[in-house]
């Protein structure tokens, strides 16, 4: 969506109430009472009335705008300013475009819409061929802390990255390469086996093969999934092997550094839900405000 259309669509508190309604409506409002999905709106209470227990739900409420004060039409302009560039804003700059006196506000409306993110792609595993690795992003850390040195040094906090990623043959010229889909990135808690396992059951599905490289954490991923390829970590594999992963590994270091320098732990998940929502809708980035906008509108109960 461009700004134009935007302000066409949108001039007013009003219509963007009446078109919030509209997507909650194509989400599905469930009671949170009795979990039944067949409703009354009430127009003047502005709130859906549920048809067996008569329990009412609010417009915003059960949604990721729930108990915000912020205008709706805010809202649909942070979305709107969240999607509108590959890069991504920072919240200083959208402080700036909304006018908003409060950078604290305007800050934690966007982690809301982070979250609304990640919980869209939480929705599904990826699957077929899957390249997995691990990234290091640095991250802020108190400056009275003394940092160790090495692979688990708190300066950077590690993070699994997969990517589906299917084998293409060029049948005129025999040439292999290989197309990727959907990504994955998940900060890991600990450098242990146990955080892999986890993170390979939960979002991988098991008729899976993965690909990565020989480090001693990767032993069980076989556990959880079809097959597990692992190959020693060369040039080679990097250019190859797990092509798509560390392109997508330097793309989010890329993004996240120039809008963010440093980042804090606690937020680092959020930022690269931002980053592989995105990323896994690149192909029809013309509807990623309309899709955000669902994102935003589902029920979580
Ligand atoms: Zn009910």
């Known amino acids: 969506m461009t700004i134009l259309e935007f302000t066409e669509q949108f001039p007013t508190e009003s219509s963007c109430r009446a078109d919030f309604k509209l997507q909650r409506e194509k989400e599905g409002i469930f009671c949170k009472k009795c979990k039944s999905s067949n409703h009354y709106w009430l127009k003047g209470k502005s709130q859906w009335e549920c048809k067996s227990c008569k329990f009412r739900t609010g417009l915003r409420s059960g949604s990721m705008m729930e108990s915000s004060n912020l205008p709706i039409r805010t809202w649909y302009l942070a979305m709107l300013f969240m999607t ?38 939480n929705l599904y595993q990826l699957g077929d061929m899957v390249e997995f690795d691990e990234a290091y992003y640095e991250i802020a850390t108190p400056e009275n802390i003394k940092l160790k040195r090495g692979k688990g040094s708190q300066k950077q906090k590690n993070v699994a990255v997969m990517a589906e990623s299917v084998p293409l043959e060029d049948l005129d ?35 899976t093969v993965v690909f990565s490289d020989r480090a001693n954490t990767y032993l069980n991923i076989s556990d959880y999934v079809e097959t597990h390829v692992s190959e020693k970590s060369t040039k080679e594999t990097t250019a190859t092997t797990l092509k798509w992963v560390h392109i997508a590994i330097s793309n989010a270091k890329r993004n996240l550094l120039g809008i963010y320098h440093k980042i804090n732990q606690k937020y680092l998940q959020l930022y690269l839900d931002e980053f592989c929502y995105k990323l896994n809708r690149r192909y029809f980035w013309e509807r990623l405000f309309d899709r955000l906008l669902l994102a935003v509108a589902k029920s979580y109960w």
Not at 189 to 205: F, P, Q
């Open 84 to 121: 509108f560039t590959k890069k991504g804003i920072s919240a200083k700059e959208l402080q700036r475009q909304l006018k908003h006196k409060r950078y604290d506000t305007v800050w934690s409306l966007m982690h809301r819409i982070r979250n609304a993110m990640g919980n869209r792609d």
């Open 173 to 207: 010229t025999g040439k292999e390469s290989k197309s990727c889909r959907y990504f994955k990135m998940k900060v890991l808690d600990t450098h242990k086996t146990d955080s892999i396992d986890h993170v390979v059951a939960e979002n991988l599905k098991e008729n």
